[in-house]
């Protein structure tokens, strides 16, 4: 009886990472697919749609785990003014297209001096603030749809 009840934890468990992180781990895997199979010489502007639902992805996984209480345990977190989660789960996302673009920067610096053809993923300065306006603007369609969808009537 007691390995149905870690059994059951267990479930309970890869449901919450799912839920967690499958939107997410969705996207990055489409983005890494892409990659390999050459998308990006094929359509080079492959990589707006996949910021865009990186974007969002990120936005999803913020609300998803404030909407679990990770870190807060049992605390209510519904009154949590709204502004204040906007501009958290939007920084969130601006963190990460951050991170993402240092270390497609890093990855094109390591190349440009190992490989005798050298097409670099941030071929401009433009490129990356495109980027990052894709991240942002998918994190805020995705803020203001979950806003929509999940508001309380009054």
Excluded at 135 to 147: M, N, P, R, W
């Amino acid at each position: 009886m007691e390995n149905s009840g870690r059994a059951y934890h267990g479930a309970n468990m890869l449901s919450k990472f799912l839920r967690l992180f499958g939107f997410t781990l969705a996207i990055y895997l489409s983005n890494f697919i892409g990659s390999k199979a050459g998308v990006y010489g094929v359509w080079p502007y492959f990589d707006i749609p996949m910021h865009f639902l990186g974007g969002a992805s990120i936005a999803v996984m913020g609300l998803v785990a404030w909407d679990m209480g990770l870190g807060y345990g049992q605390r209510s977190l519904s009154s949590i003014p709204f502004l204040v989660k906007a501009v958290a789960v939007i920084g969130l996302v601006a963190i990460v297209g951050i991170v993402w673009e240092w270390l497609e920067f890093i990855h094109d610096f390591e190349r440009a001096f190992t490989q005798v053809i050298f097409i670099p993923a941030q071929p401009s300065i433009g490129d990356t603030m495109k980027d990052l306006f894709f991240d942002l603007f998918g994190a805020v369609s995705a803020f203001a749809g979950s806003y929509i969808t999940f508001r309380k009537k009054s």
